[in-house]
């Protein structure tokens, strides 16, 4: 009896680990978009690519697949070279395919990209890259001309400013007193005929694509080797409004906006040198979006500036939308808590940063620009730093330094000190924390964590929900529930105090990736005090130490001037008067390293006409 | 040629900070215990005898250096006593630095034990000390200067808060008699001490590291001096707080110096605090003696990637830190030959290698025949 039910149980725990088929029933299973395309074909039937038109990305992937799939699975084939099926008298026969060279299909590839001389292919070729008429966005407009050359332009609905393509477009073109003028002739450029201002006579379909994707127009004539692309972008965007995160009370009250246009023109307006330039890269194989990288030419270290660009060109995804996706995508140490690149709305901060050596990448549609290479005290540094007086800002980056330190390290110190190290605490405190946290079952680290927990979650509540309900949600939920988890016992009043202390602190930080960051490794210093007291808390500090000196931003250790030690600036920590910071960072290694003679202030060296 | 680690360049500063670091990190252990036994109230000053001696020591280093223009010191060896016996002696200081860091280790984690965390099991403390060693090595060299360079000032700035805020204890007439058990008992002591500034040796190691060979006779000079001025007041305020007796007694008289501040009953027991400073200066000198026993060991076998020996080198390290069994046997064997013997290895292994070049006329050539 024993030995039956021992066999059993050995059979079963025998049955866990070996294989067995099962008659569930299956389940349904997305197909992967390979084994989706042989369907599909079969469904809607093989579609050609137009006669000297350009296939589609999928459509050329699909010509270089074996089509006949239903016979024998991929698996069982062994690879070979493409072939195309012949159906004759019902009979499938494959005739292999001689493969082309190389150079053939790069050459076969380029003649697919180049603009035809005749209307149709142009048309189709458009149409079909822009899947039109099914993708209404796409607007076509044909037309012919009084010499009875038949025309078309393609723009993108709602990217473009009609208004230019009406009077400056379509209005020239046909004008039929333009048509009559003798000066008018057949062979006269498309150029001299469109008044847009910029234009740009294209011969590849690919950038003609582009183009329209970003909101400009092309035109074509029949008979031209070439489409002109006239621009027009003219979509609706918001405008420049004051700055939402990094307000001041003293200084310009702009922002960027999620146009990168008008982004690059609030740099200009203040950096007025012909040595700014702006660089453009499209990212996002997909999304193709602008990003713009701006420098000023003869101060930024080329070094970096080929580095930015390496990185740039090199990103091969098929969409980049927001900031912070380049940002992750661009950065030297992913895997750090704390940003390596520095994130800013305004115009003003982003321009001063230019002037000290760096580079600012914008990214077309987000409100907010990059800048690298940057250092840890970087990100101390605020907005406002520049508009108060010396001695102000100072002291407010002391109070900025003291916050970073409560941040991280109060929760923990608290936890240590009244677990470990009793002794420290004066006698008369002693017995106060003794005495509220008499009726507290919890331990110390529970009481911590809940308390945290419950602030995050208040300060997540509070971002969700929209307007001034979240910051009164904030408030109250903070108050009633800090109030009822004292009433009710579960925290003693002390913790209300170290948990509300460490959120303020967090906030007082400037930089909102820091202070993400800096909340996430409280936690870590928490169990580091809780475990080991302050030798744990130590320990934790020599790591973040170590994790600090390691990372870098573009090449520039993120603890420069400090470790590795480079010559010290004036507007690190303290924030010495402007007139005295004669030299740009030294760490940048920037072409110029002079900001300004060693007496800027030339007036004091002079006589006054009435002394 | 020997393969090496990729040990990167390291300033004059960092290299400064972390060599000093390293010499003064005994002095919150059971240095200022053993330097009071043997020389009583001389202890302030037989220090500075062992630092003149290691002064001179470290010059003889230099000459040797300079003979090989562009070689470490590990180099040095494998050029004068041929490849055998040079990479013997590379394994030789290998297995002292790993000695070395294993005892600071124990020394380190038995003192807060006694004196902060006595109901933590040893093997916790060593296991999470041993973490941060790990991660720490695992950079390698650089970072372990860089933090270096940071935490000195904070090491520093709490040395000098403690040696502060004891002065009302402070009754320099415990100082006294001068001459202590005897002026020659003092200098024996000292010379014999000369043991406790051997890591200085480190900065030849390293010598590849630094910025040419002015400069590390420069940061060699400079750790000496100040390793000699930090030695000889921290002693001297011991003395002065607890006499020569009392101060004998204490296993950590610096641990016990900020024990007895007492300002007013809000400001008193603050040696709690005064754990950051030991654990910062500790984890420094344990890792840079941990890499640089790893490093020395990847010389002798050619291996280009110190980091897959990480864990047998923590395994040997707790090993090495798990051999005394108290306190005691701490203080009596282990500890006595760090900080009184090694000078017999560490400091004239390099002056007999010096010695034998000398007579065999040994140079090194230029930077490309010897690289």
């Known amino acids: ?36 395309r042989p369907n599909q074909q079969q469904v809607s039937g093989q579609q050609q690519p137009p006669e000297g038109g350009q296939p589609s990305q999928g459509q050329d992937q699909r010509a270089a697949q074996p089509e006949d799939t239903s ?20 009979q499938k026969r494959r005739i292999p395919k001689k493969p082309l060279s190389a150079s ?48 078309f332009l393609a723009f993108l609905d709602g990217m473009t400013d009609k208004n230019i393509i009406n009077e400056y477009i379509l209005k020239p073109l046909l ?49 031209l080797d070439y489409i002109l692309i006239c621009e027009t972008i003219g979509y609706e965007k918001r405008g420049v409004e004051a700055p939402k995160t990094e307000i001041v009370v003293k200084g310009p009250q702009e922002a960027f906006s ?26 996002g194989e997909k999304s193709n979006t602008t ?19 390496r990185r740039l060109k090199n990103i091969k995804t098929d969409f980049v939308v927001s900031i912070g996706m380049l940002e992750e995508l661009i950065e030297d140490n992913p895997f750090s808590l704390f940003p390596t690149i520095l994130s800013t709305e305004r115009p003003d901060r982003t321009a001063a940063n230019i002037l000290e050596g760096r580079v600012a990448i914008i990214l077309d549609g987000n409100p907010i620009v990059l800048i ?27 109070v900025r330094f003291c916050a970073f330190a409560i941040a991280i390290l109060l929760p923990g110190f608290y936890l240590a000190l009244t677990t470990f190290h009793h002794e420290m605490i004066p006698t008369e405190l002693l017995i106060a924390i003794a005495r509220a946290k008499e009726n507290v079952p919890f331990p110390t680290i529970i009481e911590v964590l809940l308390m945290e927990l419950g602030f995050e979650l208040i300060r997540e509540a509070g971002i969700r929900i929209p307007g001034i309900v979240g910051n009164t949600l904030g408030i109250i939920g903070a108050l009633i529930l800090g109030e009822a988890a004292v009433t009710a016992n579960i925290v003693s ?68 001037i400090i470790a590795p030690r480079t010559k010290r600036g004036k507007d690190i920590v303290i924030r010495w008067p402007l007139w005295l910071q004669e030299n740009r960072p030294d760490y940048l290694s920037p072409r110029d390293r002079q900001r300004q003679p060693e007496i800027a202030r030339q007036w004091t060296q002079q006589n006054p006409e009435n002394s | 040629m020997v393969e090496m680690i990729k040990e990167g360049k390291i300033g004059m500063l960092e290299a400064y900070a972390l060599v000093t670091v390293i010499i003064i990190t005994k002095v919150f252990y059971t240095f200022p215990l053993a330097s009071i036994k043997q020389t009583g109230t001389a202890a302030w000053y037989s220090t500075l005898i062992s630092c003149a001696c290691a002064i001179a020591f470290f010059v003889l280093v230099y000459l040797l250096l300079k003979r090989f223009p562009q070689k470490d010191l590990y180099q040095v060896f494998e050029a004068v006593l041929g490849q055998k016996i040079g990479r013997f002696l590379v394994l030789v200081f290998s297995v002292y630095f790993l000695y070395y860091a294993g005892i600071n280790l124990s020394e380190f984690v038995n003192i807060l034990k006694i004196y902060c965390m006595p109901l933590t099991p040893q093997e916790v403390l060593v296991a999470g000390f041993l973490i941060v060693t790990a991660a720490m090595a695992y950079v390698g060299l650089e970072g372990i200067s860089r933090v270096a360079y940071i935490l000195f000032y904070l090491i520093i700035a709490g040395l000098v808060l403690i040696l502060l805020l004891a002065i009302p204890f402070y009754d320099f007439h415990y100082l006294k008699p001068w001459f202590g058990y005897g002026l020659g008992v003092t200098v024996k002591e000292g010379i014999l001490r000369t043991s406790s500034y051997d890591t200085v040796i480190i900065l030849a190691i390293i010598a590849n590291s630094l910025q040419g060979l002015k400069n590390l006779k420069r940061v060699g000079l400079a750790c000496l001096l100040t390793a000699g001025a930090v030695f000889s007041i921290c002693l001297a305020c011991v003395l002065a707080a607890f006499q020569y007796t009392a101060g004998g007694e204490y296993i950590s008289g610096m641990n016990h110096l900020s024990r007895i501040i007492y300002y007013s009953r809000f400001f008193q027991r603050v040696e709690a605090i005064f754990v950051f400073v030991w654990v910062f200066a500790s984890v420094i000198a344990v890792s840079a003696t941990f890499y640089i026993a790893l490093s020395s060991y990847c010389r002798v076998f050619n291996i280009t990637n110190h980091r897959p020996l990480l864990m047998p080198f923590l395994f040997l390290t707790f090993a090495f830190s798990s051999l005394p069994k108290n306190m005691a046997e701490i203080i009596d064997i282990y500890v006595r030959f760090i900080r009184g013997y090694s000078l017999f290895l560490i400091v004239l292994a390099p002056v007999l290698v010096l010695l034998i070049a000398m007579l065999m006329g040994k140079r090194g050539g230029k930077a490309s025949e010897t690289q």
């Open chain 1, 1 to 36: 009896m024993s030995g039956k039910k021992n066999k059993n149980i050995i059979w079963r725990m025998l049955e866990l680990i070996t294989y067995k088929k099962t008659n569930r029933p299956k389940t349904f299973v997305l197909p992967e978009v390979d084994e989706q």
């Open chain 1, 71 to 90: 016979q024998t699975s991929e698996a069982q084939q062994p690879k070979q070279a493409p072939a195309v099926v012949v159906e004759r008298a019902g």
């Open chain 1, 104 to 151: 053939e299909v790069r050459s076969a590839r380029k003649d697919k990209d180049q603009v035809k001389t005749d209307v149709d292919s142009n048309l189709q070729v458009l149409k079909q890259a822009f899947h039109a008429p099914e993708n209404k966005d796409l607007i076509i407009r044909e037309f012919s001309l009084s010499n009875k050359k038949r025309g």
């Open chain 1, 175 to 223: 004008d039929q007193e333009n048509a009559s003028n003798s000066e008018y002739k057949v062979g006269m450029p498309l150029e001299d005929i469109v008044l847009t201002d910029d234009t740009q006579a294209l011969k590849t379909f690919g950038e003609v694509i582009n183009n329209i994707l970003k909101g400009n127009t092309a035109v074509y004539v029949e008979g």
């Open chain 1, 258 to 283: 999620e146009n990168l246009r008008t982004n690059i023109t609030l740099l200009r307006r203040i950096i007025r040198n012909k040595d700014l330039v702006t660089e453009f890269f499209e990212l």
């Open chain 1, 291 to 309: 990003c713009a990288i701006v420098y000023l030419q003869g101060l930024v270290n080329p070094l970096i500036l080929k580095e930015v660009k």
């Open chain 1, 372 to 398: 690298v290479p940057i250092t840890l005290n970087a990100l101390m540094h605020s907005a406002e730093d520049a508009s108060l007086k010396w001695h102000n800002t100072t002291a407010l980056r002391m």
């Open chain 1, 493 to 560: 009043p002390v913790l209300i105090i170290i948990v509300a202390l460490t959120g303020l602190s967090n906030f007082a930080l400037p930089n909102y990736s820091l202070a993400f960051g800096i909340r996430i490794l409280r936690f870590a210093f928490i169990f580091a005090g809780a475990i080991l007291g302050f030798f744990g808390l130590a320990l934790a500090a020599v790591l973040l130490t170590l994790m600090l000196v390691n990372l870098k931003s573009f090449g520039i250790p993120f603890m420069s």
